[in-house]
């Protein structure tokens, strides 16, 4: 696609829940990225992918995080046993290659009842 | 996590002016970034730096690679309100792994 695409813009879900968010990079693009932000801050690292791997896992903050990326395109983010502390957005972005300039989407924004 | 240091943190400036921001940091970035954001929407890229001491322009933006490696600053010149926003820096750093440190963000207002 044009850009880089997640899904769904807005969840809402209840504590305790598991949930997953998508995301899409944009074609051709090797390395992908998950980011949260909570309201007014910085931007937090995750994980990212070089291809279907992940180098760096250094930033999920719990056990309760995961992701995974097949066929070195669409990533998927998964929080088990949601918190109500999980609440934020969730940024996807991607690179032609690790280190190069990141392109964003437009985020998943998580509220946890 | 870690972060840079961004400053200003928030200003408000009059449409016209110009706006300078910086990031710093005490260590070594091989690119540096600067994005902006506005709200309900992601970071999007305004100006990529690739060398110690480049400048690089983009429209009315102009931002620069400190030569230490160590710190960068954007500026804005000719403000109009649609800058409104928050702008970011990230140093892009090589230890291994790639590593993206951003900055904790200076929210822009623009008075008409």
């Known amino acids: 696609g044009a850009g880089v695409s997640q899904s769904p813009s807005n969840k809402v879900t209840e504590k305790g829940k598991d949930v997953e968010l998508r995301c899409d990079p944009i074609s051709g693009h090797t390395a992908l990225y998950w980011y949260r932000q909570s309201l007014g801050q910085g931007l937090e690292f995750l994980i990212y992918?070089?291809?279907?791997?992940?180098?760096?896992k250094s930033g999920l903050p719990s056990d309760r995080f995961s992701a995974e990326r097949t066929g070195g395109s669409v990533s998927t983010l998964t929080i088990q046993r949601t918190q109500q502390e999980d609440s934020a957005v969730y940024l996807c972005a991607s690179s032609l290659w690790e280190g190069n300039e990141q392109f964003f989407g437009p985020g998943t924004r998580l509220t946890v009842l | 996590g870690q972060q840079l240091n961004q400053s200003p943190q928030s200003m408000f400036i009059q449409e016209g002016e110009d706006v300078s921001m910086n990031c710093t940091s005490s260590s070594i970035f091989n690119t540096w970034l600067w994005y902006k954001q506005d709200p309900g929407e992601g970071p999007v890229l305004l100006i990529a730096?690739?060398?110690?001491?480049e400048l690089t322009s983009n429209g009315r933006l102009t931002a620069q690679f400190g030569i230490t490696r160590k710190d960068s600053f954007l500026n804005i010149s000719a403000s109009i309100p649609s800058d409104v926003g928050i702008y970011f820096c990230a140093g892009v750093t090589t230890s291994g792994t790639y590593k993206y440190i951003f900055g904790t963000g200076t929210r822009l207002k623009v008075l008409a």
């Open positions: 992918f070089q291809g279907n791997s992940a180098p760096d």
């Open positions: 730096l690739y060398k110690a001491g």
